[in-house]
């Protein structure tokens, strides 16, 4: 499990089993390949890019048109199966930030600040290797070994 903090909350993200991550990786395969050129770009030096608002504006596009473009359904799954394996530390002990069985949020000052990069951290630890295996492999032609 990775821990990250954001606005002054410790968080652990957790792991989403098989079947969860194929669905998961069904749902937000639309909004996947306009990243991959956001990837790269970052990947070869895109730190001026950070920098250039008008530029991340113009790479960042497509996958915000993406995410608009999903349904409602498909983003609460997202939404609820990430969230589903992120806990928060109160005091001593870590508590669910997510109620499957109410679909809510459990803490009231968890806001979309917090929530995207969550579900973005619940995504890249779970299916990064699977994305990066995808990007690697780009670069081999039929035949070369991977």
């Known amino acids: 499990m990775a821990e990250i903090e954001l606005s002054g909350n410790r968080y652990s993200i957790g792991r989403l089993n098989a079947k969860q991550q194929f669905h998961l990786s069904r749902r937000i395969a639309p909004i996947i390949p306009p990243l991959i050129p956001v990837y790269l770009r970052l990947a070869q030096g895109g730190a001026p890019l950070l920098g250039d608002p008008a530029a991340l504006s113009e790479l960042l596009q497509p996958f ?22 992120v806990q928060r530390q109160q005091g001593g002990a870590w508590a669910n930030v997510w109620s499957a069985a109410q679909g809510v949020c459990m803490f009231q000052d968890m806001d979309l600040g917090v929530i995207l990069p969550l579900i973005v951290r619940v995504v890249t630890q779970n299916l990064g290797p699977f994305f990066q295996g995808l990007l690697t492999s780009q670069g081999s032609g039929p035949g070369e070994a991977q």
Do not use: I, N
């Not at 915000?64 to 394996?85: F, N, R, W």
């Open 64 to 85: 915000t048109d993406g995410l608009a473009a999903m349904k409602d359904e498909d983003a609460d799954y997202v939404m609820g199966v990430c969230l589903a394996v």
